[in-house]
Structures are given as structure tokens and as C-alpha cells.
């Protein structure tokens, strides 16, 4: 349920508006528009009527959010959610290129990564520390050292960072050296991790789970609203089919339609959706086309003698010749990649 407050509505009557949520025993959050306010009832809104709230003072109207999302909704919120990270917008009519290497595999290879990631265009870099990896035997990350460095070169040359954060007891670490925390797509449903992130100061990247629905996906994000942070991103990259000569199989259409019912950005990762180096730039560019908030593209000095993800890893030439190409297609659907 949402109570929607007039546009002259004082501080004191939102504030009663919110006192009369808490004594149902239920929260309040709000969602500020440029000249209204929103004031969302979340808890077991069942028993409650909207009568409860029209009668007081400020009140213009009160909705039933119907669908089991409500928080990401953009019943809820109508305009897209943007935020700044550093100097970068996310979510605005900008498309923000997120890029590096799957894995930190050393101070020297973050720092050489990190700077083609400048001198390609992209404004955010990417690098996992603590790596889920399908074997225990797989290198499993550098742990905190691998954000250390992360944060010293991010220092250094001046770009913003996300890396994935696994567990719920490691988002306060993780959040001292890293601006972005990602949710890694095994992750999706891990429901303690993402109220820890629910309350962390750092915006988030919620990554697809393997087999999830675009629904699982929302009420995962929910979540995270729910706790406090509104500062989402969802990121498609691709999900479990029958097909084999694709690592996943990307859902493209996941873009319009998580665009038409939630404001959080949308990006795409092309690098895990598709598995192979050859296919990220055509996915690329069909991401931008489709109307993609962002991209995350996996990026390596060496992909070779990568210690994960090597083959679907784009050499830092690839990158900067794809940027070129995706700001053209950009520019086709009036959008920006500056
Ligand atoms: C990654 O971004 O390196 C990663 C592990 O992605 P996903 O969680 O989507 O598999
Ligand atoms: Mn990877």
C-alpha cells in the first residue's frame, strides 16, 4: 500500500502519516519526487484499509499495489531511478560501460587492466576477489588483499569499482575498499546477504540467478529496498537452457520488460551471458539497441593466462574498438555513452 501525500503536504503531516504506519505495525519508507512525496506501508498490509489513511491530514490518495513487488515498482515510483557513483550517473540517459577482468590476479595485472579500462572509455572497473567458482579447486580469489589493490588503482587512476560480495558477515569489509557490491548471480536468493546489503550505504548490482524468473528477480531487489538502500542495479546474464553452444543463453528481452515494470536500471552482462569472447561485441551492441542502462563487460590484459573467464575475456584492443561502435548505436536510440 502506498499513501501518496499532496504536493503542499507539511513535514508534520507526513510525519504523522509515517507514526500511524509504525503503530499498525508496519514500516514507512519514502520515495521523494521532484514535488510529491511517497509514503510506502510495507509489513502485512492485508488488514489494513486505505480508509485508515485518507482520512488524515495531507493525505491525496492511497494505493493498493498489486503486484507482489512493490518497493521496485514503478506503481510506486514512475521515474527511473538514478544515482551517482563518483562522477558517474547510473541509470540516466547515460549507458555506463562497466569493464575488467573477471578475477584480481595480481597488483601488476588489476593496474594494467584498470588503466586500459580508462584508456578504453568505460567509466566503472570491474574485478572479483571472492570468486564463486563452480570447483573448489578453481583459483578462488585473492580475498581482501585482491580489494586492497582494487581500491590503491581505483586511487590511482581515478574510476570507480564493484566487486561480488558473498556473504552477509563481509558487506561492511567489502564496503570499506569497494564503491559498487555485487550480487553474483549464485547468490540471487541468498536472502541474508541481500538484507546486509539492504542496509549497507553502497549501491548494488543484483546479477540474475542461473534458473531465476524475472519475478524472483524483482523480489530479490525488493529486498534490498526494503532494508533501506535504493541504490539498485539488476543485471541480466543469461540463464540456464537446453543450449550448449552458448555458456548461458542471454535474455534480451529481459531488458524492456524489467524497464516497463520496475525504475531500477537494467544492464547487461554479455561476457557470462554468452561464454565466448567472439560473441560480446554483437551481444553488445544489441544490449545498447534493446535500451540497456549499462554493460559489464569482462576484459583481460592476457585472456589467455587468465585464472578465470579467459575465454569469454575481450583484449584491452577489442574494448577500445567496441566502445567506438557502441556509442554509435547509442546515438540510433537517443542515448549517450559518454
Ligand atoms: C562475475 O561477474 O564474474 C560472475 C561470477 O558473474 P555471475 O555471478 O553472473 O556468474
Ligand atoms: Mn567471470
Not at 7 to 27: F, M, N, W, Y
Not at 115 to 123: D, I, M, N, P, T
Not at 160 to 170: D, L, R
Amino acid at each position: 500500500m502506498v499513501v501518496v501525500m499532496q504536493p503542499q503536504a507539511t513535514e508534520e503531516q507526513k510525519e504523522h502519516v509515517r507514526e500511524t504506519i509504525h503503530t499498525l505495525d508496519c514500516k514507512s519508507r519514502d520515495i521523494q519526487g521532484d514535488a510529491i512525496t511517497i509514503i510506502c506501508v510495507i509489513g502485512n498490509t492485508l488488514a489494513l484499509t486505505p480508509e485508515q489513511f485518507e482520512i488524515l491530514p495531507g493525505v491525496d490518495q492511497v494505493q493498493r499495489i498489486q503486484k507482489p513487488f512493490k518497493l521496485v515498482s514503478r506503481e510506486v515510483q514512475p521515474h527511473k531511478t538514478s544515482f551517482k557513483v563518483g562522477d558517474v550517473t547510473i541509470g540516466g540517459n547515460e549507458i555506463t560501460i562497466i569493464s575488467g577482468p573477471c578475477s584480481v590476479e595480481s597488483r601488476e595485472q588489476f593496474r594494467t587492466a584498470a588503466l586500459a579500462v580508462k584508456a578504453s572509455g568505460a567509466r566503472i572497473v570491474r574485478g572479483g576477489a571472492f570468486k564463486p567458482r563452480t570447483s573448489p579447486y578453481s583459483f578462488q580469489g585473492l580475498g581482501e588483499e585482491g580489494l586492497k589493490i582494487m581500491a590503491e588503482i581505483s586511487e590511482e587512476i581515478g574510476l570507480p569499482t564493484i566487486s561480488e560480495v558473498m556473504e552477509p558477515e563481509m558487506v561492511p569489509m567489502v564496503s570499506e575498499y569497494i564503491d559498487i557490491l555485487q550480487i553474483g548471480a549464485r547468490n540471487m536468493q541468498n536472502y541474508p546477504l541481500l538484507n546486509a546489503i539492504g542496509h549497507s550505504h553502497r549501491p548494488a548490482m543484483l546479477k540474475r540467478g542461473l534458473s531465476a524468473t524475472i519475478e524472483e528477480m524483482l523480489l530479490a531487489a525488493e529486498y534490498i529496498l526494503a532494508g533501506g538502500n535504493h541504490n539498485v542495479i539488476l543485471c541480466e546474464r543469461g540463464i540456464r537452457t537446453f543450449e550448449t553452444w552458448t555458456r548461458n543463453t542471454l535474455d534480451i528481452s529481459a531488458v524492456p520488460v524489467l524497464q516497463k515494470v520496475t525504475h531500477l536500471p537494467v544492464f547487461i552482462d554479455p561476457s557470462h551471458g554468452t561464454g565466448y569472447a567472439d560473441y560480446v561485441a554483437p551481444v553488445s551492441r544489441a544490449a545498447v539497441a534493446v535500451g540497456a542502462d549499462g554493460l559489464m563487460i569482462e576484459m583481460h590484459p592476457t585472456p589467455e593466462r587468465a585464472l578465470s573467464d579467459g575465454e569469454q575475456s575481450l583484449t584491452p584492443e577489442a574494448l577500445s574498438a567496441l566502445i567506438p561502435e557502441l556509442r554509435r548505436v547509442a546515438q540510433a536510440v537517443n542515448r549517450v555513452i559518454v
